[in-house]
């Protein structure tokens, strides 16, 4: 936090990130309008730093008051009880946010990056919206920097393009980009059929930023394998024209100590309120699972799970409960109506065969308040991330977090990043449906002492490598990456 405090104050730091940190939804009856926060890691690792130097953060409206509350040069001053930093909007219209946001990067790259076995679908007409937005962002850029050296931070697979636009325009400015995604290795990366426009896109960066050391080599070994660059795997770096990136791996975390509305209700009472709330009776057992409604976070697989868990292991028929809360996400894409189908007909046949006096399965498809994921955390004796491949996973560490009684335990799938960080959960194979539903009843009747001492482990992981810690470490080595371009070339 000194770091983000101290070190970048005056420096014109800008961000860039496709969703926004602060909506404007509506006016209401009383004439004040309604501003959510979305419940997002990136917001609370980059605010801090954005008030430190009363940066610009650009990104994409979505609200429906959001135009109401802009001024002429499209921003609003934010967060709205304490205004300290810029929000710059950068309106799209349906067809862009069509092209560019649901077709190029969520049908194409999303599926292109992830191991789940879906297809991805590339157009030329996504490509045209995905180019002319990095376009006007980049342009956003620019008008936005106060000097000619800003340091900007791009987020994730929308600006895969904007690195090189910047730099184009400012080449003296920090370009920071984080892939919050995984990799690919390089003979799956070069189905993209604008593979190469993609890389050199991003080796407009500075520092290019991944979750695990994996994704990191997948990236260099694309790199190597597919355009004209030097690769030095000692320094992991790649220079291209004069132009250098070092490629790092920052793991993402959360915000420790957990704010403490997520964690001032005592255990015993979200135990009573998620069990009366729900309709199961006190002593109910459950498990828990929170997610977007995406098919790469294994929500099938962990259905199937708990089916082979009452199957194997009838006692529990009755006296289990899975809760799966999952997030509508991208809807208008085919895919994931279809996804979502097959999640509801999967609980329903699960629940006709193994519902006793409470369900098997309880699948609540709707955003919830972090502070109410969090009693759902706090509730359950087992948390179950069953992603098939995922860049972090923040789910898993929101759980530990949670649980300063220190009890409870969590099933990982090994496809996660955070799997490399936790190995103290039971780590499992999402395809592997008999080992995970051991792993759960593992989980039922692990006794108290060993819950703790895998929690115990865990906490102190998360607490230290906390989300403070990632931005910070990217601008640390940023910092430093400046202070030695000002210095004179080496005279001997
Ligand atoms: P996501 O794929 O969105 O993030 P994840 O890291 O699990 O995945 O973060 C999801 C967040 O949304 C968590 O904070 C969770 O609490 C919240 N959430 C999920 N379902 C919710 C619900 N129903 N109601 C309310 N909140 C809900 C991408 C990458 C990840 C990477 C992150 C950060 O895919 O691998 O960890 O970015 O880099």
């Not at 800008?14 to 997002?40: F, K, L, M, T």
């Not at 987020?155 to 184009?168: C, G, K, S, T, V």
């Not at 325009?169 to 980009?177: K, R, W």
């Not at 002593?283 to 697989?301: H, N």
Request: proline share 7%; aromatic share 8%.
């Amino acid at each position: 936090r000194a770091i983000l405090h101290g070190d970048l104050r005056g420096e014109d730091v800008i961000v860039v990130s496709n969703r926004e940190p602060y909506i404007h939804q509506y006016r209401r009856a009383d004439g004040g309008i309604e501003v959510q926060r979305p419940a997002s890691g990136l917001v609370t690792a980059l605010e801090p730093v954005m008030r430190a130097c009363s940066g610009v953060w650009i990104a994409t409206g979505s609200g429906s008051a959001d135009r109401a509350v802009v001024d002429a040069n499209d921003r609003v001053a934010v967060p709205p009880e304490r205004p300290s930093y810029q929000l710059r909007r950068i309106w799209l219209s349906p067809e862009e946010e069509a092209g560019y946001y649901y077709g190029f990067a969520n049908e194409g790259l999303w599926p292109l990056c992830h191991i789940a076995h879906v297809r991805p679908t590339f157009r030329s007409g996504d490509w045209a919206h995905y180019l002319a937005a990095n376009r006007r962002f980049a342009e956003a850029v620019v008008r936005e920097a106060k000097t000619d050296d800003p340091i900007v931070l791009v987020q994730d697979y929308h600006f895969a393009l904007l690195p090189r636009m910047i730099h184009e325009s400012l080449p003296d400015a920090t370009v920071i980009t984080f892939w919050h995604i995984p990799w690919p290795n390089p003979e799956s990366f070069a189905i993209c059929p604008w593979a190469l426009e993609i890389l050199n896109g991003l080796l407009g960066s500075n520092i290019l930023g991944f979750h695990t050391q994996f994704h990191c080599n997948n990236f260099v070994d694309t790199v190597d394998r597919l355009i004209e660059a030097r690769v030095d795997r000692e320094t992991f770096t790649v220079s291209q024209g004069g132009k250098l990136t070092a490629v790092r791996r920052y793991p993402i975390s959360i915000a420790w100590p957990p704010v403490e509305d997520m964690v001032g209700k005592p255990v015993a009472d979200c135990r009573h309120d998620v069990r009366a709330g729900n309709g199961l009776p006190p002593g109910q057992l459950i498990g828990i699972g929170v997610d977007r409604l995406d098919y790469t976070k294994g929500i099938i697989e962990r259905f199937l799970a708990v089916e082979r868990l009452f199957e194997l292991n009838p006692q529990r028929i009755g006296q289990f409960t899975f809760i799966q809360i999952a997030a509508p996400s991208r809807s208008s894409i085919d895919e994931y109506r279809h996804h979502e189908e097959a999640v509801n007909a999967l609980a329903a046949r699960i629940n006709a065969r193994f519902s006793g006096p409470a369900p098997a399965i309880l699948l609540k498809v709707e955003h919830h308040e972090a502070a109410r994921v969090y009693e759902y955390y706090r509730a359950a004796e087992v948390c179950f991330v069953g992603s098939l491949h995922d860049g972090m996973n923040l789910v898993a560490k929101e759980f530990v977090a949670a649980r300063d009684d220190e009890r409870g335990v969590l099933v990982l799938s090994q496809f996660t990043g955070a799997a490399r960080e936790l190995p103290e959960a039971l780590v499992v194979n999402p395809y592997d449906v008999d080992q995970c539903a051991a792993a759960l009843e593992l989980a039922l009747a692990m006794p108290p002492e060993e819950q703790g001492d895998r929690m115990r482990l865990m906490r102190r992981l998360i607490s230290e490598f906390n989300v403070y810690r990632w931005a910070g470490r990217m601008l640390l080595d940023a910092a430093l990456m400046r202070r030695r371009s000002k210095l004179p070339d080496n005279p001997v």
